[in-house]
């Protein structure tokens, strides 16, 4: 492994673009390089650029490397006087809307925080719209509107269907529901009666059984509940139930929650409502 490394992500908004693009950039490097990661939002001045420029130059100096900058700031005034500063400056805009311009034939807004606001009223209405539904439709609490989900995560209790639905509530403003399958099901090998009107909305998470008696035994350390024989059988009778209704499933274990999300929305062909 070389030297650490400082990126810092800047903006005169949230510094959300800016942190997705340089840290999706970064992780190419990351068995290489170890590189620490510092969002600075809300850089919408001169003299805040400037304290700035101070931050990011003192790090360089403590590193004994200079610092990477990855920038998102609109005012051409405040980014001019954050590129002066000792570091590899990153200009995300830069880079990617002039040669939109030529190619469009027009000319950007330069418009601040535009794609992380709340102007635009239906994008962020939808988003928490979304928000609010899957928060009151978790683990089959309530089933009243269970019909207007767009989409309805079952499975084994804490396979990670709730924060896979939050991710899609957030990321993608997808109404998403989940609903657990527990032994009582397996017993009728039956699906619950709320869900079977609505079996075409379904779509399963599994998990390796290892993986899910660690997990549950965090919550209910030595109980039957997280006990490696008990989530053997409930993984596999869940799996034979969905098989058996027709349910597509995915296996969770070794997927983050963003990777569980884009494949239930490109497999249900879900429509994205928000960006």
């Known amino acids: 492994m070389t030297q650490r490394r400082t990126a810092f992500f800047v903006s005169d908004r949230t510094g959300i673009t800016a942190e997705m693009l340089g840290h999706s950039l970064l992780t190419q490097f990351a068995d290489s390089v170890p590189i620490q990661e510092i969002t600075l939002p809300f850089v919408d ?42 570091a590899l400056f990153l200009d995300c805009f830069d880079i ?26 239906n994008n962020y209405h939808h988003r928490i719209d979304a928000v609010n539904y899957s928060l009151s439709h978790d683990d089959g609490v309530s089933t009243r509107d269970l019909a207007e989900a767009d989409i309805i995560l079952t499975g084994v209790s804490r396979c990670g269907k709730t924060p896979t639905c939050l991710y899609l509530a957030m990321q993608f403003g997808i109404r998403a529901a989940n609903y657990p399958l527990i032994p009582e099901d397996f017993g009728t ?33 030595n109980s039957h509940y ?13 799996e034979a139930l969905m098989r058996q209704e027709g349910i597509p499933f995915l296996d969770a274990t070794s997927k983050s929650v963003e990777e569980l999300a884009a494949t239930i929305v490109h497999e249900a062909k879900l429509e994205r409502r928000i960006y």
Do not use: M, W
């Open 45 to 86: 001045s001169t003299d805040k650029a400037r304290a700035v420029v101070t931050r990011i130059n003192a790090k360089g100096v403590e590193d004994g490397a200079r610092p990477l900058v990855f920038s998102t700031l609109v005012n051409a005034e405040v980014a001019k006087v954050v590129g002066g500063a000792a």
């Open 96 to 121: 990617f809307i002039a040669p939109l311009e030529r190619e469009l034939g027009v000319g950007a807004s330069h418009a601040v925080g535009k794609s992380h606001s709340a102007s635009n009223v």
């Open 189 to 221: 090998r039956q699906l619950p009666g709320q869900l079977k009107p609505l079996r075409k909305r379904l779509y399963g998470l599994t998990i390796a059984p290892a993986r899910l008696s660690e997990i549950r035994t965090e919550r209910r350390p």
């Open 226 to 238: 997280a006990a490696l024989s008990n989530c053997e059988f409930e993984v596999r009778e869940a």
